[in-house]
């Protein structure tokens, strides 16, 4: 199957798009701008928010899936810069819903956990009412609007907390400040499912057959707060001289009001007797790994 794959140089294409070729499929990559390197793939420079481009795009390529990952993922950039988180995450996904629309082909979209408020003290499932509390969260929900009232062939795919070799994510960063910091507060009362990329493609490519469309949450099994995570990627890199103080995400200096309890529920899989996603703590493991080789060949 030819497969689309937007914000195909992100944290996530760079892992999806190779899965995708190992799978037999053929994936078109697209981004904004075109990765450079003599090494790289073939890569369409695609601007998601401008429809006649997107068009185009698909008019040259015939893509027979579409898997929309692009977005303006920045939160606190998002409160500070709305006009921009809604021209890339609702137009830029209004613009791909259509094209995929005209063309007839689904789309799999990369929504969040951040279209909840985490007020419910369970995992939220896909049949729970949405209520963004930032810009981020009602940008991306907009698009989840978009999707599910322009193109009837189509997976909204929820996820969270991303953990990617090819991307700064919340561990990198950890384990970047290690190397010179002794100590580091770490947000306590903000809870969710840290989930891999890898993991995350796997099973958006075992979901490209499927017809049965709708609404998906997709993250490894388990929870944990921000601080847990940080304790348990320092520990499993042997890092111990780094002392972690929990503080209320209260006292985290962010313009951003975030869901505090946000896990997600597989219910959508699990109903299909498809929800085998690993424990988070297996995926963490296997995520430093890989992040460990990459560093060492690099």
Request: some cysteine.
């Amino acid at each position: 199957m030819k497969v689309l794959v937007t914000g195909a140089n992100g944290m996530l294409g760079q892992d999806l798009c190779p899965m995708l070729e190992e799978a037999g499929h053929t994936p078109v990559r697209t981004d904004v701008g075109v990765k450079e390197g003599a090494a790289a793939p073939a890569w369409e420079a695609m601007d998601i928010t401008s429809p006649q481009v997107v068009r185009e795009v698909f008019e040259r390529t015939r893509p027979e899936a579409v898997i929309h990952a692009a977005a303006y993922t920045d939160v606190d950039g998002c409160e500070r810069s709305p006009d921009l988180a809604y021209k890339i995450n609702a137009m830029g996904t209004w613009s791909m819903a259509a094209a995929c629309a005209e063309f007839d082909v689904p789309i799999y979209y990369i929504s969040t956990d951040f279209v909840f408020d985490g007020e419910k003290s369970e995992p939220y499932t896909e049949f729970d009412a949405v209520n963004p509390l930032s810009h981020y969260g009602a940008s991306k929900l907009a698009g989840e609007q978009m999707v599910a009232r322009l193109c009837r062939k189509h997976f909204i795919v929820r996820t969270q907390w991303l953990n990617g070799v090819h991307g700064r994510s919340f561990v990198s960063i950890m384990l970047e400040l290690a190397r010179t910091r002794s100590e580091w507060k770490v947000v306590v009362d903000q809870i969710g499912s840290p989930t891999f990329t890898r993991d995350l493609s796997a099973m958006l490519i075992r979901l490209l057959p499927s017809r049965l469309y709708g609404t998906y949450h997709v993250s490894n099994r388990g929870a944990c707060s921000w601080h847990e995570l940080a304790a348990a990627a320092l520990q499993m890199s042997g890092i111990t001289h780094i002392t972690l103080h929990p503080i209320p995400a209260s006292q985290w200096p962010s313009p951003t009001r975030r869901p505090a309890h946000s896990v997600l529920r597989r219910y959508a899989l699990e109903l299909q007797g498809m929800d085998d996603m690993r424990p988070w703590q297996e995926a963490l493991q296997d995520f430093l790994q890989q992040q460990k080789t990459l560093t060492a060949n690099l």
